[in-house]
């Protein structure tokens, strides 16, 4: 079982940056492959990024290419998500997933593949 706690939303204006942290509890972290989604209000929830548990192999929803990284420190059991020059847009709850993986190459884009999910952290872009 693993439980996820994301952090570090809030408001910023449009070209602003924020990052945000989802720390896992667990033995095997390290052994997750995580990924970040988003929802806004009457949407669906989109894929973001993700990253391998190695740390080595991530992928980007083209909107955010150029703009988002997600990093990870399996020493502390965190995921990160910086996220500069923020657009009104990238206005969502944010969540965070993890679901275990054989392979250190494995990236996963896909929601319903996750098997556990954070809370949620709201950020606001205003423009």
């Known amino acids: 079982q693993v439980q996820l706690v994301e952090s570090g939303g809030g408001l910023v204006q449009a070209g602003g940056s924020l990052r945000l942290s989802c720390v896992a509890s667990?033995?095997?972290?390290?052994?997750?492959?995580m990924g970040w989604f988003r929802q806004a209000p009457g949407t669906e929830r989109e894929f973001v990024t993700a990253?391998?548990?190695?740390?080595?192999?991530?992928y980007y929803a083209d909107s955010v290419k150029g703009r988002f990284t997600i990093s990870r420190d399996n020493a502390k059991n965190t995921v990160y998500l910086q996220m500069n020059s923020l657009k009104p847009e990238d206005t969502a709850v944010y969540y965070c997933a993890a679901v275990l993986t054989k392979l250190s190459t494995v990236v996963v884009t896909s929601a319903q593949q996750y098997d556990y999910w954070g809370q949620g952290t709201q950020v606001t872009v205003s423009s």
């Open positions: 990253i391998s548990w190695s740390g080595i192999y991530t």
């Open positions: 667990g033995r095997t972290f390290s052994m997750y492959a």
